[in-house]
């Protein structure tokens, strides 16, 4: 029976990696499909970032009821409605391929977000449930966490393959991701729904029904924390999403292809700003012990100023090699020259890697019996990657739409910020509010 147990939890903890993946993956595929939509339908680029807002707006509004729904339903059936939710999303995007419609695809973007917002609230504290806690829960988290980068660094590159050309693009061109991403959604499902999932017992506690003038707004480290969170989310999705666009313009050829691969070409370099995040996260997790969350957020920001200034500011005209994927007859992988502006932006990715759970850490800090009402805030400013990506897209139009880098000043300002955060803003000063 034990042996049973075993055997159960062990396909339960694959799917739940899976699903990890499954986040970052429709996550991520929003991105590229902003570039699909603005030449598909002939809208500016602000539009075409509508997808990745729909999708990241669906936090705020489900942020806060998806720890509640974790409390009341259990591991289990969560799960299965996060599922059933993204395979509803997922199909109603495809469905807007057959349609050829620009409103279908945001209503299934909007949906896909909340089943992404449901699975980041289940998919953590069930790994670590299913794992038995301490080390060897934290250890299938980050297991889950590098697949998690994998997938989303995957999704970018086959995207940039299967679009043939970027000015005749069409939302069938990505019909195979999406029919990926229904046939895991399905058999996350059946997987789930026959196994014995470990559920976190309830215990009975006696409630203090003393009203209380305190909650995590009354911190003002906390509250300078969840604008932190809200303004990184919008740095990670931003600095690929405009970099994607800015790369594979055929009006400015900056890759000097003409047109030829350029698809294939901007979604590798791209894809490396992920990649980089995973590696940025390996990192991370081996020096976290020894560095505190304070040095390592304010490090990674001042690197990070540094090389989108860098980015904004060199010459176009001067390039690097960077190994791609380049979807020609000729050659399938291999290097090519880039502007070193891209090689900056995609370097980014090893800061941005390790900024979340050093916010967290440090908004949470001497929080106490606030911390649980203070997670589910966070989840709600996880908007900003829907946000900030579509103000820099909304600068980049602004400018005659040749002000791509121009909209990294965005990017600057928001770096700024979570140095200061790092620096000053963090400090605790309401430790007179009692926390236990």
Partial sequence: MTQQKQNGNIVAIIVMIFLFGMISFVTNLASPMGDILKFQFGVPNWMGTLGVFANFIAYAVMGYPAGNMLQKMGYKKTALIAITVGFIGVGIQTLSGVAGSFGI?????FIAGFSMCLLNTVVNPMLNTLGGGGNKGNQLIQLGGSFNSLAGTSVIILTGI???????????????????A?????????????????????QEVKIDTTPSQYGPLSFRHFIFGAIGIFVYVGIEVGVPNVLNKWLQNPDLDVLGVNGAGAEAIAGSVTATYWLLMLVGRLIGASIGSKISAKAMLGTASVIGIFLVISAMFAPTDLMVNMPVFKNSAEEMFGLVNVPVNAMFLALVGLCTSIMWGGIFNLAVEGLGKYTEKASGIFMVLVCGGGILPLLQNAIVDWNDGIGYLTSYWLIVVALAYLLYYALIGCKNVNKDIKVD
């Fill in 162 to 180: 299967l679009i043939p050309s970027i000015t005749n693009a069409k939302i069938s061109d990505v019909f195979p991701l999406m029919y990926a």
């Fill in 105 to 109: 695809y945001l209503l299934g973007a």
């Fill in 182 to 202: 229904l046939a895991i959604f399905a058999f996350a499902f059946i997987v789930i729904f026959f196994s014995t999932i470990p559920e976190k017992e309830k």
